[in-house]
């Protein structure tokens, strides 16, 4: 060996522990990887050492007996439900529980004991009284007083209106907010469900625009814009609440009637409809926007019809108002289902 290896050799030999414990990436020894240090620190050092990490976490940490009385919670918890340390520590058995929770409280915490570990969905009551929807994992913890229930809760009101968004939009018409297809699709399919099992009346009303591109073409699409949105409105003024309004798209809408009266019922919310349309849509900077809709309105038939045949005589009878100079408005009859026939075939 030479003397410069040797000498290299002494070297690596005298190093001390800690630097020979260094990582492969140069970095000192930490509590981070070296968990074994924690029992090496004074027990309330390691009090202490874990009361600042449990109060720097971002979600509600408690834990209390099997009764519901509260031995510890972080400071999130204080600020999820609105309480000062002091009111918190004082709050009754479960305190901080929604009233459906607490229904399902005695279940959970027989399951908790006896699983070990429950993960569930459940409201906190804040001290102003509000319900905040919460993700739960709780957690038996044996201790020498006897066992304790750590939950970690999380605050998911984000998460819920994120979903609720995401939803309003898959069914919802992002220009007019009502109805789209899907939602269409959806009601029909209850409401017709509905008519076949408890005998009710079910209608419905296919609301073509007429002439709606020059309005575009005249006041832009801005406008246009605009007056499909006051359309929207005008059509849901028009109706029922448990009515539903959509849009099928460009200047379509369509109106489920459920448990409407009859034919003259049906020959009502025609006439309802088309006057909401004729009234001149007020713009900005610019004259009236008059407009004229064709309805065509129709009755489900239990015995035979499923939604395509429905929509079918609602389309039909529109086309007939279309075709009368002296009226908006039309209720589908057999006798129109032949040149319907032939266009859809076409």
Avoid at 35 to 46: H, V
Avoid at 99 to 119: F, V
Avoid at 230 to 238: D, G, I, P, T
Avoid at 287 to 313: C, H, N, Q, W, Y
Wanted: with cysteine; charged share 25%.
């Amino acid at each position: 060996m030479s003397e410069h290896q040797e000498t290299h050799a002494e070297q690596q030999t005298a190093a001390s522990p800690a630097q020979a414990d260094v990582s492969d990436t140069g970095s000192a020894p930490t509590m981070l990887n070296r968990p074994e240090l924690l029992g090496e620190l004074p027990d309330s050092e390691q009090v202490t050492l874990l009361k600042q990490l449990l109060d720097s976490a971002l979600d509600m940490v408690i834990a209390h007996t099997p009764e519901g009385q509260l031995v510890y919670f972080n400071d999130a918890a204080c600020e999820l439900l609105g309480y000062g340390q002091n009111e918190l520590t004082q709050l009754g058995p479960y305190g901080w529980v929604g009233p459906d929770a607490m229904t399902t409280a005695p279940g959970r915490l027989e399951a908790i004991l006896h699983q070990g570990q429950l993960e569930f969905t459940s409201t906190a009551r804040r001290k102003d009284g509000e319900l905040i929807p919460t993700e739960v994992c709780a957690t038996r913890v044996d201790s020498r007083y006897g066992p304790l229930v750590v939950a970690i809760i999380r605050d998911i009101r984000d998460r819920i209106e994120a979903q609720q968004t995401i939803l309003h939009l898959a069914y919802h018409d992002q220009l007019t907010g009502l109805g789209n297809r899907a939602l269409f699709d959806d009601r029909i399919d209850l409401a017709m469900a509905d008519a076949r099992r408890f005998g009710d009346i079910l209608g419905v009303a296919f609301v073509d625009i007429d002439r709606f591109k020059p309005v575009n073409d005249v006041h832009g699409h801005r406008v246009g814009d605009l007056v499909l949105i006051e359309l929207a409105r005008r059509l849901q003024s028009a109706t029922r609440r448990q009515d539903t309004v959509a849009r099928l798209g460009g200047d379509e809408f369509i109106v489920i009637l459920p448990r409407i009266g009859g034919m003259s019922d049906l020959a009502r919310v025609g006439a309802k409809l088309a006057s909401a349309i004729r009234q001149p849509v007020l713009v900005k900077d610019g004259p009236p926007v008059e407009l004229v809709g064709s309805i065509g309105l129709a009755l489900f038939d239990t015995a035979s019809d499923d939604a395509r045949s429905l929509l079918m005589k609602a389309d039909a009878a529109m086309y007939a108002a279309k075709d009368d100079r002296y009226r908006d408005w039309c209720v589908y009859e057999e006798c129109m289902y032949g040149p319907l026939a032939s266009r859809d075939e076409a």
